[in-house]
């Protein structure tokens, strides 16, 4: 039903897609950013949590890719120079 739903909301606004293409890759970017950092510090609980979201979101990018529609690949890379900026951003603010 969820996804009968998702599905329909796709279809019948296909910048739904490009939105959350977006949001996806400032997801995984800022993921990847904590992941990086977890391991710097040799946490290695934390490092695994983070590392479980990048595995999902990155199921849900290859979903993303197989419309093979280029604005939503171009949204999803935009949203990756967001997240990374953001996090390294965030994480240079709270070193300080």
């Known amino acids: 039903m969820l996804l009968d739903l998702i599905h329909a909301m ?14 996806l890759a400032v997801l995984t970017d800022a993921v990847w950013t904590k992941w990086s950092n977890a391991i710097k510090i040799h946490h290695a609980v ?12 990155g199921i849900v990018y290859t979903l993303v890719v197989m419309e093979k ?3 939503q690949i171009i949204a999803y890379v935009v949203g990756a120079w967001v997240g990374t900026y953001l996090a390294v951003w965030h994480n240079r603010k709270t070193a300080t």
């Not at 796709?10 to 949001?23: A, D, G, N, T």
């Open 10 to 23: 796709v279809v019948e606004h296909p910048y739904w897609m490009m939105l959350v293409s977006f949001i």
């Open 46 to 57: 934390y490092a695994a949590n983070w590392s479980s979201l990048i595995y999902l979101f």
């Open 69 to 71: 529609d280029l604005l």
